[in-house]
């Protein structure tokens, strides 16, 4: 019987079974932040272990960042402290840290891939949930807690339950202004959110193989908010291309990583089929990731929604999202702040301008993506259109840092979690596509994307 690339990757990583159910795992690449490795380290002080493999150990400084005067100090306390906890320790265990400032900064997610570092085959692991990202390259990605990141400093290994398998399928061809989050936000619709628990899921079919590595990345992001342990797509071309374009990759390794593409017969836990046609720009109308709606349909549309979440985003059942009034808009995250993103946002934009009373922050993902946007006039179009164009870091994706959306306002936001108070205290969220955040923020309402193509 065949064998899926998740079960060809993990064995090749499995230092130890432990029993019939747990491996030890070799863990290839970890990335730390700020906000999730101060109490690992203090527990590898306590126990006077040092890290094992610093060679395979990356930090960046993210969740907790200014996205403003990033030349100047950090003015809150907490942040700042984390900051600082950050760039001592990485000091004291010789580890290499993209820091406030450095030219490889910004968000974990979008520098591990933009630099090289995460590669197919991986086994790669971060103190953050979305660390799904990574899996767009074929690679074994997953977040872990706190204790498990002192674990693999201490010994680049990890205890695990080797996951069930289920297989994504979407076959066909994706409409006009429909793109990778509307495609992911569609399927955590139908799943929901406990629907790939305890699985990884390996995304086939015709969408993920015309997708480029960036929407890729969107897809296996949001992995988790349909309870998967990670989400992957098989390795091709356009993951290889992608890769050696940012590594020296010999031409022995780039053949091996083709032989752990899923077998033709490979068995998998669950296999779910979509078709492309069915998918339409996506809005969420609720306080979770799987209340999502085709932007054409009311709030009643979501067989998910609870009177909880409606009555916390202020919207009612028969209430269509077309037209809905927002606040704010968030364009960045880890999910959607790529230069092709922004590109996508500017191409909406693009000769138009916001209207009073509505805040537009566009926040790259990265200094690398912030200087292409520059080097290639995206910056002036959102300027002219009436947009702030920040410096990267997490940003309004969560409460963490100064970029918070007021309470009771309405922010239209890339992102991948609309929670209660998520974005801030009493923040009501509607996730979407980066070009439906675009044709919203112009209209100062929810407004169909498909109307700002030509």
């Known amino acids: 019987m065949g064998r899926t690339i998740i079960d060809k990757i993990w064995d090749v990583h499995v230092v130890k079974s432990v029993t019939d159910e747990v491996d030890m795992l070799y863990i290839d690449r970890h990335f730390i932040h700020e906000v999730t490795s101060p109490q690992a380290f203090s527990g590898l002080k306590e126990k006077g272990l040092n890290v094992l493999r610093p ?74 949930s ?31 339950s080797r996951p069930k398998t289920m297989k994504v399928e979407v076959n066909g061809k994706l409409g006009a202004g429909v793109g990778a989050k509307d495609v992911v936000l569609y399927i955590i619709s139908k799943l929901g959110t406990e629907g790939a628990t305890g699985h990884f899921v390996e995304y086939a079919g015709d969408v993920f193989s015309n997708f480029s590595m960036e929407e890729r990345m969107t897809v296996c992001n949001m992995s988790i908010e349909m309870g998967a342990r990670g989400g992957l797509v098989g390795i091709d071309d356009t993951t290889i291309n992608y890769v050696i374009e940012r590594a020296t990759i010999s031409t022995e390794k780039q053949e091996f990583w ?60 028969d209430q269509p999202m077309l037209g809905t009034k927002i606040d704010y808009v968030f364009i960045g995250s880890c999910t959607n702040s790529r230069i092709e993103d922004l590109r996508a946002v500017a191409g909406i934009v693009e000769g138009h301008r916001k209207p009073e009373g509505v805040t537009v922050w566009i926040v790259p993902g990265s200094n690398k993506v912030k200087d292409q946007a520059i080097d290639e006039g995206l910056d002036k179009i959102f300027l002219e259109a009436g947009f702030e164009f920040r410096e990267p870091g997490c940003s309004a994706c969560l409460a963490m840092n100064d970029d918070k959306i007021p309470s009771g306002a309405l922010c239209i936001s890339t992102s991948n979690r609309n929670f209660e108070g998520r974005q801030g205290d009493g923040a009501r969220t509607v996730l979407a596509s980066p070009i439906t955040a675009a044709a919203s923020a112009i209209k100062g309402k929810i407004t169909d994307p498909r109307t700002y193509l030509n």
């Open 55 to 128: 060679e395979r150990v990356t930090a960046v400084a993210d969740h907790n960042v200014p996205t403003k005067n990033q030349h100047l100090p950090i003015e809150n306390e907490l942040s700042k402290k984390q900051v600082d906890t950050l760039l001592s320790n990485c000091k004291d265990h010789s580890i290499e840290l993209f820091g406030i400032g450095h030219e490889k900064n910004g968000i974990v997610h979008v520098v591990g891939p933009e630099n090289g570092l995460t590669q197919p085959g991986m086994t790669i692991v971060c103190g953050d």
């Open 130 to 160: 979305h660390t799904s990202t990574h899996g767009a390259f074929g690679a074994i990605a997953f977040g872990i807690g706190t204790s498990q990141v002192e674990q693999v400093l201490a010994s680049q290994c990890l205890l695990l």
């Open 258 to 317: 083709k032989t752990l593409n899923s077998d033709s017969d490979a068995k998998y836990d669950q296999t779910i089929t979509f078709q492309a046609e069915e998918i339409h720009p996506m809005v969420t109308t609720g306080t979770s990731p799987d209340t999502g709606v085709d932007i054409m349909e009311t709030v009643s549309s979501s067989v998910r929604n609870s009177k909880k979440g409606l009555d916390y985003m202020g919207l009612k059942n």
